[in-house]
T-cell receptor, first 111, second 106 residues
């Protein structure tokens, strides 16, 4: 069974630039999550989708971060404009019931 | 008090040792808990679910203490390949701890 796919795997941008990440969840998984993991920290939930609706985006910095899951499958996470403190690994996960399965992540470096 | 707290370690143990980690949580309404394992520069992978009655899978045992609001992970007969960071998470709020690093040496 294919796992959660993410792209790109690595991205380096300058501050104030924009960046977008893509996630394709495990087939049939209705719930999709985006996490931010800063070095030395645990993953921090940014947003949770159930199909194409937002369940929780309370920790998403909405002045610069946005996410969508228009058809209830793939999802994109965008940062505009990026700040130095956005340097982190952005993890996408999906779940059918309680257990979350993570993708390999996108490592973002903002210079 | 942070919602989920873990001792960051590192825990340095020799092969064959038994080691245990705890994870405390502040939300008494939390129902479901999980332990994930994360290797360096990799994504978290599910290790075990934590049930009220405890859960054992080979060398790994997970337990829940609701009265004291913590979950534990016990690893028996440690292997070199057990070296990783162990993350706990409460399912209700999807809050992860910072993780506990385990280093198993020959």
């Amino acid at each position: 069974e294919a796992g959660v796919a993410q792209s790109p795997r690595y991205k380096i941008i300058e501050k104030r630039q924009s960046v977008a990440f893509w996630c394709n969840p495990i087939s049939g998984h209705a719930t999709l999550y985006w996490y931010q993991q800063i070095l030395g920290q645990g993953p921090k939930l940014l947003i949770q989708f159930q199909n194409n609706g937002v369940v929780d985006d309370s920790q998403l910095p909405k002045d610069r971060f946005s996410a969508e899951r228009l058809k209830g499958v793939d999802s994109t996470l965008k940062i505009q404009p990026a700040k130095l403190e956005d340097s982190a690994v952005y993890l996408c996960a999906s779940s059918l019931e309680n257990v979350q399965y993570f993708g390999p992540g996108t490592r973002l470096t903002v210079t | 008090r942070k919602e989920v707290e873990q001792d960051p370690g590192p825990f340095n143990v020799p092969e064959g040792a038994t080691v245990a980690f705890n994870c405390t949580y502040s939300n008494s309404a939390s129902q479901s808990f999980f332990w994930y394992r994360q290797d360096c520069r990799k994504e978290p992978k599910l290790l075990m679910s934590v049930y009220s009655s405890g859960n054992e899978d080979g060398r790994f045992t997970a337990q829940l203490n609701r009265a004291s609001q913590y979950i534990s992970l016990l690893i028996r007969d440690s292997k070199l390949s057990d070296s990783a960071t162990y993350l706990c998470v409460t399912r209700s709020t999807l809050t992860f701890g910072k993780g506990t690093m385990l280093l198993v040496s020959p």
